[in-house]
């Protein structure tokens, strides 16, 4: 499998060394597979209907934000861990934190080690703007 990329002018964060502007990579003509596509390749790969691993997936996606809602966090083996992040406002004193200065809420994932290591092994082509 390869990975496409381009060239995308940026601004610099050496700006204080006088570069204004750099160049990039970046990930180029990425398509989305939604759960349907997953759902069938995982049903050609299986002894499983499309439909059902529809179901599963479905169930899956209810029950993924349950569990992090409930202080959770959820290892999926091979895949990684989701778990929930907050940030907010900071205070002088411990006694004025409470949830009033969180400010947002964010879901992150932690592939597992085979998932970076597997990452790891891909190519990449250039393609023009």
């Known amino acids: 499998m390869t990975i496409k990329y381009k060239a995308?002018?940026?601004?610099?964060p050496l700006k204080k060394e006088g570069k204004k502007e750099q160049y990039y990579p970046r990930v180029a003509g990425r398509q989305k597979k939604g759960l349907k596509d997953i759902a069938?390749?995982?049903?050609?790969a299986s002894s499983f209907s499309t439909?059902?691993?529809?179901?599963?997936?479905?169930?899956?996606?209810t029950e993924i934000p349950y569990f992090l809602k409930d202080?959770?966090?959820?290892e999926l083996g091979d895949l990684g861990t989701f778990s929930l992040h907050v940030s907010g406002e900071g205070s002088d004193e411990i006694e004025e934190v409470n949830a009033s200065k969180i400010k947002s809420v964010k879901m992150a994932f932690r592939p597992s080690v085979r998932v970076k290591k597997?990452?790891?092994?891909?190519?990449?082509?250039?393609v023009k703007k």
């Open 8 to 12: 995308v002018k940026m601004n610099s």
């Open 71 to 74: 202080n959770c966090s959820v």
């Open 40 to 44: 069938k390749s995982i049903s050609q």
């Open 51 to 61: 439909i059902d691993v529809i179901g599963v997936l479905e169930a899956f996606t």
């Open 118 to 126: 597997d990452l790891k092994k891909v190519d990449f082509k250039k």
